[in-house]
């Protein structure tokens, strides 16, 4: 549980603390807070988030609607004024002092999937509607706590909470396995196309042996960069539309059986919706549901259909053999030179080792860091939908603590890491012990490709970044480098696998360099956002 | 306009930086942004802030809920996607993939008086009314901008824009004013009670003159600290219930016509609703309507209100003599001493000057500082009412730009410090050179008084925060202290007297000391917080 302590949320602190399955954590701020907590359940499932009333909750919003964007269960948990005293309408701290006690509940409804205050005589029911609401849905939850209630007992629970998603119809299951299987048999060039969900609701496993039965190649969406090994030889690589690599392209937009997970055709996810391919070739498998062409079978679990399709279908081979698609591993680095992005991304790849944790921020960190080959058992966390700007920093607060045994690399930008920079002090407070590649490019880089590239909006304040860990924690080891060169990073990176310490990296790198296609990304989302300024040129 | 880049909004900036009336001071982050478009509204009218849609304006949106509480108007400008991508609910960053675009404008919906996104056809229109209502009701309002209506051009708008309240009823004014001024004739105790609206609508001024003329006393809530000059001979200090000292709570509790200026009785205002007096006797005086005990008059404007009674009340003098309840001048500090809250705040006492703003961030600082006989021309700058900690440091950013010539004084705890502590880049960035006390007392010293003293949620991580000006701002100068005793306080502070830069002194003082009478306060907030837990004690 992540958060910041405030008067009305102070008892529940003290109540929860000792109850020993649960370990607060406490942040320098509530947005930082709401990130930790999603960096922690993208780990280990679940999540909590305890802030205080108004000002508290509302701070962490932007992190809370970010874990709903991204599907990641977070419970919110805000200390709230008694419940008389809202009942009242009293003008308190912490509100607009006009007697509304709602507004919170109303902003909280737009980016949570349920929501409660927290009363006596429904407690315990409500406390068990919204958590199921959270595992099931995996998406944040909101529970609103009155100070006052935090003394009020309740009966035991006799009962376990009921975390099985509602039955199935099983005439509706069998139909559309019965469908999707036909159609697999007669497909020539069935494929899958992962999002994210594939990852929250653990059917990556699933979705690989269906694959290997049936020989299907494997094609990910930027959601799920990661999910399916690299190496496994199904595994083609990223979808993105026109800029997708041929090998791709033509699996997903020549498929005849199009097997989506969770697909959301984003921006992001499409090169900016250049996707193209037939809607009449695709199974679309939601959480509780699936469309197979333009017919819908509702009642049926991702997870039942895909249990079904891996009995019901029939062995296959395709007829064309797969092409790999990934990236040749990178040249090992040269022993000296400037760094430049693809330098750097270079030196980055042959760093990985298997089981390594991947946090990428927005910009050039995501765009360099989704082109890499991950090694086996590699987690890679990124928000690819939200895009927030410093997310990735408290983030990984929360992946070194879901997961301490793991090896944790961060690769954020100067501009993300001012965002929320200060959670650097309880990643050192709590001696965790991630390797954080500053990547300093002296601003905004990825929006001065976009508009602006001299324009002063996209300047920030120069830091002396690799003084921080010694500021945030002073008492504290870190092993902190600045590395120009290809030598220095070599060296630097060196000294972290010796370290028994976090490892702090500033790599600067130039400030209009780009990785991979981002140039050309960005040139398209100026051409999106404003059309009359650069279609015109 | 303070804020934050983000690709929706690039062309905007790009548009509104040369227009050459308007100049964009970039933030580390949004909410520091809407706390520094507060603090610069506070001193000169009006500020706006930029964000971009989702994960920007909702980080904002904290900020912006604390200038709505304490009425501040504040001009929120988001850039949106496209109006076309909207409207065809296109799957697009920054938003939660779903097609839902109405979700940001329900959260501000509850946060700020007016909103809208603008079209073309509607564009003149709409903005104009937004702004209006930001101006007349002294609140934020939002403007969303769709990225692809930068370029659209609409006709030149020849009406100058209209910021005068809507008429007032001639008949209902009249009756009020002689409604009033019967009771002010008969009253032997009149008294006014100001909050913060009557600095918010420029009537500070009228209402002492109203008080001149007709030898009423003023006293204050504590979101009017300053308002009236505390050395002005009918300033009587500042009510806080049954908290008040004597002469002020028999001015307000027997008064027998209390005028009451946007009177909002808050749980801080009241020493925790501990106010005593009779609702029979109250002039309750809001921006367009009056009521005048149990009678209400719709469309009378508070200035034009109190402009009658200046010229109908009769003119009159008050019984009994006021006695002055100022507190006395504090003592000059000892020459030597370790520092307490106590001898820390009647240090600064002897510090002030004519015309210094002074911010004092919520907590102990809040406490200390309320407390201070401001001498004349002081701006006081705080949350009583959001009290959302951290708030200050970004809030001194926007009151040195609003008032450069000024001498700004912040105070603000370590924990909230925490909060916001990267803007402290900006400040230094832009050259401002604002004294900065940082009161480290070790951790959340307000909420250790009102439970958990020793418990670790109430720990923060020490931090070495004199390094920070020069991790910050390497490149700029600011003088730098840390004073644990008097003696280097003194020292410190005559050095800044001499110091053409920002100057940042860390006063260190004990965990649990308490300014005034803090501890009370904590302890009654315990009980109302937590009464199963604290009553029963």
């Known amino acids: 549980m992540f958060g910041v302590p405030g008067d009305f949320n102070l008892w529940f602190l003290e109540r929860a603390a000792p109850v020993g399955q649960v370990e607060f954590v406490g ?59 809202m009942k009242n309408g009293a003008l308190l701290h912490h509100s607009l002092a006009d007697g509304n006690f709602d507004n919170m509940l109303a902003c909280y409804k737009e980016f949570t999937v349920a929501q409660t205050r927290i009363e006596p005589k429904t407690a315990a029911l409500e406390i068990d509607r919204v958590l199921r609401a959270c595992w099931l849905e995996k998406r944040p939850v909101y529970i609103q706590l009155p100070s006052d209630l935090i003394a009020c007992e309740i009966a035991d629970i006799e009962a376990p909470l009921e975390l099985d998603l509602p039955a199935d119809s099983a005439a509706h299951l069998a139909r559309a396995i019965a469908s999707i299987a036909a159609r697999l048999a007669r497909a020539e060039r069935p494929a899958f196309l992962l999002d994210a969900d594939a990852d929250r609701f653990g059917l990556t496993d699933l979705i690989i042996r269906l694959a290997e039965a049936n020989d299907i190649p494997i094609v990910s969406l930027a959601p799920a960069r990661g999910h399916v090994p690299d190496a496994h030889p199904l595994s083609l690589g990223t ?255 060196a000294a972290a696998a010796g370290a028994n310490s976090a490892t702090f990296i500033e790599v600067l790198l130039p400030r209009m360099d780009a990785p991979g296609d981002l140039a050309k990304f960005a040139r398209r989302a100026a051409e999106f956002d404003f059309p009359q300024i650069f279609n015109a040129a």
Request: glycine residues 8%; aromatic residues 8%; charged residues 15%.
């Open 239 to 493: 979808y993105r539309g026109a800029a997708s690599i041929p090998t791709v392209k033509e699996a997903v937009e020549t498929s005849d059986c199009l097997l989506c997970i969770g697909a959301r055709l984003t921006d992001l996810s499409t090169g900016l919706f250049t996707q193209n391919f037939d809607k009449a070739f695709i199974v679309d498998v939601q959480p509780t549901m699936v469309m197979v062409g333009d017919v819908s079978y509702d009642r049926v679990s991702s997870r039942a259909l895909l249990m079904g399709l891996l009995e019901a279908a029939p062995r296959r081979r395709q007829s064309a053999p797969h092409l790999r698609s990934i990236a040749a591993p990178a040249r090992p680095p040269q022993a000296s030179g400037s760094l430049t992005q693809a330098t750097f991304w270079s030196f980055i790849q042959g760093l990985l080792q298997p089981g390594d944790v991947l946090l990428a921020d927005a910009g050039t960190s995501l765009f360099g860091a989704a082109a890499l080959t991950l090694p086996r058992d590699t987690t890679f966390i990124s928000q690819p939908i939200w895009g927030s700007i410093g997310y990735t920093l408290p983030a990984v607060l929360g992946s070194c603590l879901a997961a301490p045994d793991r090896r944790h690399l961060l690769f954020i930008g100067d501009g993300a890491f001012q965002m929320t920079a200060q959670e650097l002090s309880t990643i050192l407070r709590l001696d965790l012990k991630p390797i954080i590649f500053l990547v300093n490019n002296d601003g905004y880089t990825i929006e001065r490709l976009i508009a602006g590239p001299e324009s002063a909006y996209n300047d920030i304040q120069p830091w002396r970044y690799s003084q921080m860990p010694a500021v945030f924690a002073p008492a504290k080891p870190a092993l902190v480098r600045v590395a120009k060169t290809q030598e220095q990073l070599a060296d630097a990176v």
């Open 27 to 85: 942040c320098c701020n509530e947005l930082n807070a709401a990130c930790a907590a999603d960096g922690y359940a993208r780990l280990n499932g679940i999540a909590a988030l305890a802030t205080t009333y108004g000002v508290g909750e509302l701070a962490a919003l932007s992190g809370v609607a970010g874990a709903y964007a991204e599907r990641v269960p977070v419970v919110c948990i805000t200390g709230a004024p008694p419940l008389s005293a």
